[in-house]
Nanobody, 122 residues
Framework: VQLVESGGGLVQPGGSLRLSCAAS????????MGWYRQAPGKQRELVAA???????NYADAVKGRFSASRDIAKNTVYLQGNSLKPEDTAVYYC?????????????????WGQGTQVTVSS
């Protein structure tokens, strides 16, 4: 299963961004999709996750500013970020978990995108 992210770039403090991540491949089902980020010198951390049922989970640092949504038919997850801060600067990675078709049946997958840079700076 492949994930392709888009939407990163340079944003001014207080600005907004919208990231997209589309999953493709022999997908049987996706149980959860999410966004993680990794800033220089720091570990990768969860930003937001959304389940197939629509339940969401957010890091404390982004609650009230970021919102995750999902288009199940398109196997796509979005991340809307508002009131961005310099500390939101990081490479943002998409993640998806679920089951994929194989020649012999189905197999669990846990896939990552290549990452997209988000820089918040004036």
């Amino acid at each position: 299963v492949q994930l392709v992210e888009s939407g990163g770039g340079l944003v001014q403090p207080g600005g907004s961004l919208r990231l997209s991540c589309a999953a493709s491949g022999n997908i049987f089902s996706i149980s959860a999709m999410g966004w993680y980020r990794q800033a220089p010198g720091k570990q990768r951390e969860l930003v937001a996750a959304i389940t197939s049922g629509g339940s969401t989970n957010y890091a404390d640092a982004v609650k009230g500013r970021f919102s995750a949504s999902r288009d199940i038919a398109k196997n796509t997850v979005y991340l809307q970020g508002n009131s961005l801060k310099p500390e939101d600067t990081a490479v943002y990675y998409c993640n998806a978990k679920g089951q994929a078709y194989t020649f012999t049946g189905k197999l669990e997958f846990d896939s990552w995108g290549q990452g997209t840079q988000v820089t918040v700076s004036s």
